[in-house]
């Protein structure tokens, strides 16, 4: 496993490491996979086709007779393939399926996470606000107390002018 710094986008799909799928993760699982989904591609088509039309040119033209008409051999062939086909593409499917779901189970996790971390933002904000709020009320009663305060000086200092200097003009 790596470090956690590498590998913190998996944080959500950790937990659904354990899960196995039903014909296990193990070599089988993924060969029989990867050989399912070749089935499907154009490439597989393709040579599937080139092969048969070879087979059958091959046979009808007389160049060999190890397969003459009706074809029995290809038909086994065909079924063959069929039969391990299906369930080759079945464990694909399963296995993705299995995957799919953790995957959904990892993003709502996921979703879920964010939503409790914004929900602790906005309570954090709204502390925060209430804070801020609770500051401002007392600067303004401290600014009322300074303003009464310097307007009381002014008056003392006024009313001591008057006392210690008698002479001087009065305003």
């Given at each position: 496993m790596s470090t956690p710094s590498h590998d913190h986008h998996r944080r959500f799909h950790r937990v659904h490491d354990h899960l196995t799928a039903a014909y296990g993760d193990g070599w089988f699982g993924a060969k029989a996979e990867a050989f399912a989904r070749y089935f499907g591609t154009p490439l597989f088509l393709a040579a599937q086709t080139v092969i048969v039309l070879i087979w059958v040119a091959v046979n009808v033209a007389g160049l060999t007779a190890f397969d003459p008409y009706p074809f029995i051999l290809l038909n086994l062939a065909f079924s063959l393939q069929a039969a391990y086909a299906a369930p080759m593409i079945l464990l694909a499917q399963t296995r993705q399926a299995d995957r799919d779901k953790a995957h959904a189970d990892a993003d709502a996790q996921h979703r879920e996470d964010l939503a409790r971390a914004a929900a602790r933002r906005q309570d954090e904000a709204a502390g925060q606000a209430t804070l801020l709020l609770d500051l401002v009320r007392q600067n303004t009663t401290l600014t009322e107390a300074v303003k009464s305060l310097s307007e009381r000086i002014q008056d003392l200092t006024v009313e001591?002018?008057?006392?210690?200097?008698?002479?001087?003009a009065k305003p």
């Open positions: 001591m002018h008057h006392r210690t200097c008698p002479d001087a």
